[in-house]
């Protein structure tokens, strides 16, 4: 499975940014999606997740401000950021759960500035 993430840019705090994921490669029986982000001198932790029947997570620090939503037809992975704040600044990675085995894309960067 390989993730090709997109649309990390430069956004000022209270804007808006999407990003995409798009699987290719051995799709068939990926479940799990979702997005991480790691800032610098912290650890990875998660952001949203959504299964294939659209059933979604969210880290507390991100609901109300995030969707994450999902194309199945497409194989995508989308996470609407809404209401951006400095501290969501960080680099996010999408992963996918293709029976139990868990896939990374390469991090695609989100600077937010006050």
């Known amino acids: 499975v390989q993730l090709q993430a997109s649309g990390g840019g430069l956004v000022q705090a209270g804007g808006s940014l999407r990003l995409s994921c798009a699987a290719s490669?051995?799709?068939?029986?990926?479940?799990?999606m979702g997005w991480y982000r790691q800032a610098p001198g912290k650890e990875r932790e998660l952001v949203a997740t959504t299964t294939n029947g659209g059933s979604a997570k969210y880290a507390d620090s991100v609901k109300g401000r995030f969707t994450v939503s999902r194309d199945n037809a497409k194989n995508t992975v989308y996470l609407q950021m809404n209401s951006l704040k400095p501290e969501d600044t960080a680099f996010y990675y999408c992963?996918?759960?293709?029976?139990?085995?868990?896939?990374w894309g390469k991090g695609t960067l989100v600077t937010v500035s006050s």
């Open positions: 490669g051995s799709i068939f029986g990926i479940n799990l």
């Open positions: 992963n996918a759960d293709r029976f139990g085995s868990i896939y």
